[in-house]
């Protein structure tokens, strides 16, 4: 699995690079909140662990930014330790909060807490009607014969699912699958949609259009 570090100090980085490499885990590093969602939006992540004081964006902001879009399990490692900067930490969406110096069997067991969590809905099999994803090795079936997907296909795809009747606003899921704003959202997710159906055969009538709102995942009757 994958993790991103975003951490101005090339010491520090260097250390939770070592610890979580020497876990099996795969690492991507950024030295500052800029790159740091620069990668997470071209590369992606299963987990973050954050910095707070960075140049360009502080980890507060690339929080807030990332939460606009994913729900990625994120770790704040800061050595600001007061108890208001913890529950500010929480309250805008970390999912765990550790203060500089820290322990190492402390700082590893919650990685893989939060991780085991994650592979337990990559592994969930969604199936709905003649549609099947399986989430751990992001294949797509469709009456049982794999269909091919590219990666932001496959992502549109899943954020519909996960949305299983509700209606999605083009901007919204502009925003959710391509990780940001653009004044092109509508043609963009319409030619999207529109591929995706082809593609899904049988199942694309699952996507369906609702006039002046957006699309709707649902098989219907």
Known sequence: MKILIADDEKVMRELICDILNNQGYE??????????????????????????????????????KIREFSDVPIIIITALES??????????????YITKPFSYEVFVARVNVLLKKQLRKYNSVFNCGDLSINKLNCKVFVKGKEIQLTNLEYKLLLYLVENENVVLSREKIFLSVWGSDNSHTSRTIDTHIKVLRAKLGVCANYIQTVRSRGYCFSKGE
Do not use: F, Q, S
């Open 27 to 64: 690492t991507i590093v950024a030295n500052d909140g800029a790159e740091a969602l620069r990668l997470y939006k071209r590369e992606g992540a299963d987990l973050i662990v954050l910095d707070v004081m960075m140049p360009k964006y502080d980890g507060w902001t690339v929080l807030k």
């Open 83 to 96: 108890e208001r900067n913890e529950l500010r930490g929480l309250t805008m969406g970390a999912d765990d």
